[in-house]
């Protein structure tokens, strides 16, 4: 089975964990290193033959348009991860749809493409942002990559499903694709994607995909940031939690990141995406869940005691 490969395109300073020191009005002022990491990803993939979907901020396909061009031009799929990189729940709806469009309308200028998948900065859609899929189902996104079912300080959604499902909105329906779990007794465990793939052994990351692949017929969501694959960043001021989230691990990353390429087939989301849009209009596939908008608000609110 193949699984879906993506990569956040976002630079060391622009993550959630030092967004205090380092406000979209003051990015312009650190050391980039965003192009030469994002080229030893294209190199990586290029070896084992490998296609990721690359969810981009408006900022940075601006900033570096090239380098957004060189990505799409080898072949891989670009999404939309926002504008600034400002988690959902700080926004309004409004807010969120001008970043969102802005954002989109960057990526498809400057990618020449027409930009299908959203992923929120810091998985911020939540059961208190639900709206943010209506918005995106206006906006034209077919699919969403942005909930992550577990319980996290920062996001999360414990209770919402763990495998693909199809969200119905009044603006069209929408494939959610979720970050990865293992269902352990009555807790979740997170699997395959930054700092829970550099901070935890290999072979935990490869039993749990292929426990995904084998037992539950599913395909696991890997996600990486460029960042991670460089040791050697300019370091950051923040708390001592964040520091250790963010640079713990970084020496073995690259290493283990080449042999999960060797080990896995890969491919990006959308093609994901279109077999199960098309599998739900032409057989009515039922391995995939269907809800509503308005049913997964209610079902998630009563789960969160609302």
Known sequence: MKNALTIDLEDYYQVSAFAKGSS?????????????????LLSLFAVENRKATFFTLGWVARKYANLVRQI???????????????SVYTLTAEQFREDTTQAKKSLEDIAGVSILG????SF????????????????????DSSIFPIKHINYGMPQAPRLPFLVHTNAGPIVEFPMPTLQLGTSRAPIAGGA???????????????????????????YLHPWELDSEQPRMNGSLTAKMRHYFGLRATEGKFRRLL???????????VSDIRDSKTNSQDESVPEVSLDHL??????AHGN
């Open 118 to 121: 959203y992923r929120a900065p």
């Open 72 to 86: 799409a031009d080898a072949g891989h799929e670009i999404a939309c991860h926002s504008d600034a990189h400002h």
């Open 297 to 302: 608000r209610v079902f998630l609110g009563a």
């Open 196 to 222: 829970y793939f550099r901070l935890l052994p290999y072979w935990y990351t490869s039993w749990g995909i292929k426990y995904l692949n084998s037992a539950e017929s599913s395909p696991a969501c890997i």
């Open 124 to 143: 911020s859609i939540t059961a208190h942002t639900l709206w943010a899929f209506e918005i995106l189902a206006e906006l034209g996104f077919t699919y």
């Open 24 to 40: 979209v009005d003051h990015w312009e002022g650190f050391t980039s290193r965003i192009e030469q990491n994002t080229e030893k």
């Open 262 to 272: 060797h080990d896995f087939e890969f491919q990006p989301m959308s093609s994901f």
